[in-house]
């Protein structure tokens, strides 16, 4: 019996998995998806292709080399968002409260349910009913908390199922990598290889005095994670259709430059509120309200991103062409709409490694300083 019982469920390699639905050729061979160009990355790769050394995020020049006999495939979000969908639909049906974390993984609460049905039980039924109704193959993890779930499905990857009974939370996380745990980069990685911590178990003997001494505020989250403590919630999904800014000006203006330094920050805070949000966007609406109140509104259809390059080439462009009055400007407005889940990272398909390296610093920055942190010598000229 669980006094809390959280299921994590993870499409296996997702992007390719729907690839081979839509092309049986496929199966069985190393595929890779991502930029086509050598400056672009890997959004996803199969098993086949992992064995050669190749990962999500990887340079695409790089992913030739190791495995120049690999399907190279450019990627379509959106047929990954249709499939997504599918799974959010089969999940609905049957789940009282389910969190969906990113376009091909979700959290289900099913506190209580061990009473009548056997939460594990039913948690590999709901996985058969994905795996029949949509094609895709599914993972998943069953424990007291998102923490221990999420490392579970890891643990029971490819196409597998894993519980954690409560109360063996600690011995199952004890000989694992500390990299396995969720939130640990490169960087906090390094460190702790460095100090001689390689094991979960080993972090969860340390201190935790110690570790905030060593990693600061973050210090005693790593402590928590090492101990098997997560008390995050599942928190319903609903389903938010776009994002959007406007700006009244105080006075109306003909001050263009001014405007545009505005729609830069509008653009860069609008971003960032996608990617932390695991979300992309694939329409942008700019609106312009002139000093008579009369407004008007120029919309396009994009490849999903989160890009704040991409997005303020289209925001630019999108404005010069609607700014055809010449009047004075009452109001603008930028609106990004048909979202969708997605990593950052994962959608970039024709994005270079640098630029992916680039947009996560500054989001770091934000993320810890606050959004204003940070952004375009132009906006903060405004």
């Not at 966007?281 to 259809?301: G, P």
């Amino acid at each position: 019996m669980y006094n809390r019982a959280i299921l994590h469920m993870d499409l296996d390699t997702f992007f390719v998995s729907v690839e081979r639905l839509q092309n049986s050729s496929f199966t069985g061979k190393p595929v890779i998806i991502g930029g086509m160009s050598d400056r672009g990355v890997v959004a996803s790769c199969s098993y086949e292709a992992r064995k050669f050394g190749v990962h999500s995020a990887m340079p695409m020049k790089m992913a030739r080399r190791l495995c120049p006999q690999a399907i190279f495939l450019r990627g379509d979000m959106d047929s990954y968002t249709k499939y997504s969908n599918l799974v959010t639909e089969v999940i609905k049906e049957s789940s009282p409260v389910y969190e969906k974390a990113s376009i091909d993984e979700f959290y289900l609460d099913l506190t209580g349910m061990d009473k009548y049905f056997g939460c594990y039980k039913w948690s590999n039924e709901l996985r058969q009913k994905v795996i029949k109704e949509t094609g895709l193959p599914i993972s998943l993890g069953l424990s007291v908390n998102k923490l221990v779930s999420k490392i579970g499905t890891g643990e029971a990857k490819p196409n597998g199922t894993l519980e954690i009974p409560q109360g063996k939370e600690k011995p199952f996380l004890a000989p694992l990598p500390v990299k396995k745990i969720p939130g640990i980069g490169k960087v906090t990685y390094k460190k702790l290889s460095f100090l001689g911590v390689r094991k979960i178990e080993t972090l969860r003997k340390i201190p935790p005095q110690l570790l905030e001494r060593e990693f600061g505020k973050n210090g005693r989250k790593l402590w928590e994670k090492a101990n098997a403590i997560d008390t995050t919630p599942v928190i319903q999904y609903s389903e938010r259709k776009s994002i959007s800014k406007e700006r009244t000006f105080n006075e109306d203006t003909l001050d263009i430059n001014m405007i545009k330094s505005l729609l830069v920050d509008m653009t860069e805070k609008l971003a960032y509120e996608l990617r932390s949000k695991n979300k992309l966007t694939s329409v942008i609406t700019v609106k312009i309200r002139y000093a008579d109140f009369n407004t008007y509104t120029k919309q396009r259809k994009i490849p999903y991103t989160a890009n704040d390059r991409i997005l303020l080439k289209h925001i630019k462009e999108l404005f010069d062409s609607l700014y055809q009055r010449r009047q004075l400007i009452r109001l603008i407005g930028i609106k990004f709409s048909g979202l969708t889940y997605g990593y950052f990272q994962l959608d970039l398909f024709e994005d270079n490694i640098r630029d992916i390296n680039l947009m996560q610093s500054l989001d770091k920055i934000r993320k810890r300083f606050g959004i204003n942190a940070v952004g375009r010598a132009v906006a903060m000229g405004r």
